[in-house]
C-alpha cells in the first residue's frame, strides 16, 4: 500500500473513533452553587452560605434526584439527640418544565451538638418529566423539624440550577444536548433518601448509575474502535510488502 493510501486509512480509522468518543457527552450537568439561607426559627432569625450539589440519575421513565450540603445550615440553643432533626427540601424546576418537586430524607444519624450548624443529610426524591428538553433543578426552601418545631429556610441570593438534566418524557424523543450552569464545580453525591415527588409524577427508587459511566464507557470502545482499524491497515501493509518480495 503507497504512503498516501496509509494515511488516508489512518484518517478515516482515527475520525471513527473520534465519531464514537463524541457519542459520549454525557447527558447532564451538575454544578456546585453557593446557597445563602436566610432562616426563620423559634428562637429568631439566623443565615448561613452552603454550597449545594443536586445530581441526577437516569432509569426508565424516571430520574432520582439527589441534593447534597456541604456545610450546615442554621442551628440549635440545645443539643438535638440522635434522629430528633427531621430535614426536607424543595427543588425548583425551570427550562422544560416549571413548578417544584420534594426532596426528603434520613434524620440525623448522630448527635448534633448545641449551637452548632446543623449538617443536613443528601435528600432525595423522584422526577418524572411531562415534557422532553433540558430541565434544570435550582435550591429552594429547606425545612428543619426539630423537637416539635419548624425552622424554614430560604435562598436569598437567587441562586443559579444546580444541575441541568436533558430528559426524555415517557413516549417522548430528547430535546437536545445537555447544559449547566457556569458556577462551581461538578460535584459528587449519591446517597438514596426517602423517595420525594414531583410536579411531573412520582416512581420508584432508581439504581445509581451516573452519566460518567456512559462516557468512559463509549470512550472506552472508541479507543477500541481506533486500535482496531490501526490493526487492519497494518496487516495489509504488511502483506502487500510480502507479495512484492
Same mark, same amino acid.
Given at each position: 500500500?503507497?504512503? #498516501?493510501?496509509?494515511?488516508?486509512?489512518?484518517?478515516?480509522?482515527?475520525?471513527?473513533? !473520534?465519531?464514537?468518543?463524541?457519542?459520549?457527552?454525557?447527558?447532564? %450537568?451538575?454544578?456546585?452553587v453557593d446557597v445563602n439561607? =436566610?432562616?426563620?426559627?423559634?428562637?429568631? &432569625?439566623?443565615? *448561613?452560605?452552603?454550597?449545594? &450539589?443536586?445530581?441526577?440519575?437516569?432509569?426508565?421513565?424516571?430520574?432520582?434526584?439527589?441534593?447534597?450540603? =456541604?456545610?450546615?445550615?442554621?442551628?440549635?440553643?440545645?443539643?438535638?439527640?440522635?434522629?430528633?432533626?427531621?430535614?426536607?427540601?424543595?427543588?425548583?424546576? !425551570?427550562?422544560?418544565?416549571?413548578?417544584?418537586?420534594?426532596?426528603?430524607?434520613?434524620?440525623?444519624?448522630?448527635?448534633?451538638?448545641?449551637?452548632?450548624?446543623?449538617?443536613?443529610?443528601?435528600?432525595?426524591?423522584?422526577?418524572?418529566?411531562?415534557?422532553?428538553?433540558?430541565?434544570?433543578?435550582?435550591?429552594?426552601?429547606?425545612?428543619?423539624? *426539630?423537637?416539635?418545631?419548624?425552622?424554614?429556610?430560604?435562598?436569598?441570593?437567587? #441562586?443559579?440550577?444546580?444541575?441541568?438534566? &436533558?430528559?426524555?418524557?415517557?413516549?417522548?424523543?430528547?430535546?437536545?444536548?445537555?447544559?449547566?450552569?457556569?458556577? !462551581?464545580?461538578?460535584?459528587?453525591?449519591?446517597?438514596?433518601?426517602?423517595?420525594?415527588?414531583? =410536579?411531573?409524577? &412520582?416512581?420508584? =427508587?432508581?439504581?445509581? $448509575?451516573?452519566?460518567?459511566?456512559?462516557?468512559?464507557?463509549?470512550? $472506552?470502545?472508541?479507543?477500541?474502535?481506533?486500535?482496531?482499524?490501526?490493526?487492519?491497515?497494518?496487516?495489509? $501493509? %504488511?502483506r502487500n510488502q510480502t507479495? %512484492? %518480495?
Amino acid at each position: 500500500m503507497s504512503y #498516501p493510501k496509509r494515511t488516508a486509512a489512518l484518517a478515516s480509522a482515527a475520525a471513527l473513533a !473520534g465519531s464514537v468518543v463524541l457519542l459520549a457527552a454525557p447527558a447532564a %450537568r451538575a454544578d456546585v452553587v453557593d446557597v445563602n439561607y =436566610q432562616c426563620k426559627t423559634p428562637i429568631g &432569625d439566623k443565615s *448561613a452560605v452552603s454550597p449545594i &450539589d443536586i445530581k441526577g440519575v437516569k432509569s426508565g421513565g424516571g430520574y432520582k434526584i439527589t441534593m447534597s450540603w =456541604q456545610k450546615g445550615v442554621s442551628s440549635s440553643p440545645v443539643e438535638l439527640g440522635k434522629g430528633a432533626m427531621s430535614p426536607s427540601a424543595t427543588v425548583k424546576l !425551570g427550562g422544560a418544565d416549571s413548578g417544584t418537586m420534594a426532596v426528603s430524607g434520613p434524620a440525623n444519624a448522630e448527635a448534633i451538638p448545641a449551637n452548632t450548624p446543623i449538617k443536613i443529610s443528601d435528600l432525595s426524591g423522584t422526577y418524572t418529566p411531562k415534557k422532553s428538553g433540558k430541565v434544570t433543578f435550582t435550591a429552594g426552601i429547606l425545612t428543619i423539624k *426539630a423537637l416539635g418545631t419548624t425552622t424554614t429556610c430560604t435562598p436569598s441570593n437567587t #441562586p443559579k440550577p444546580s444541575l441541568t438534566l &436533558d430528559v426524555t418524557a415517557a413516549g417522548g424523543s430528547s430535546g437536545g444536548s445537555s447544559g449547566g450552569s457556569s458556577s !462551581g464545580s461538578s460535584g459528587s453525591s449519591g446517597s438514596s433518601g426517602s423517595s420525594g415527588s414531583s =410536579q411531573g409524577g &412520582d416512581a420508584g =427508587q432508581l439504581p445509581q $448509575t451516573g452519566p460518567e459511566d456512559s462516557a468512559i464507557a463509549l470512550g $472506552t470502545l472508541g479507543g477500541t474502535v481506533l486500535l482496531a482499524g490501526l490493526g487492519g491497515v497494518l496487516w495489509v $501493509t %504488511r502483506r502487500n510488502q510480502t507479495v %512484492r %518480495r
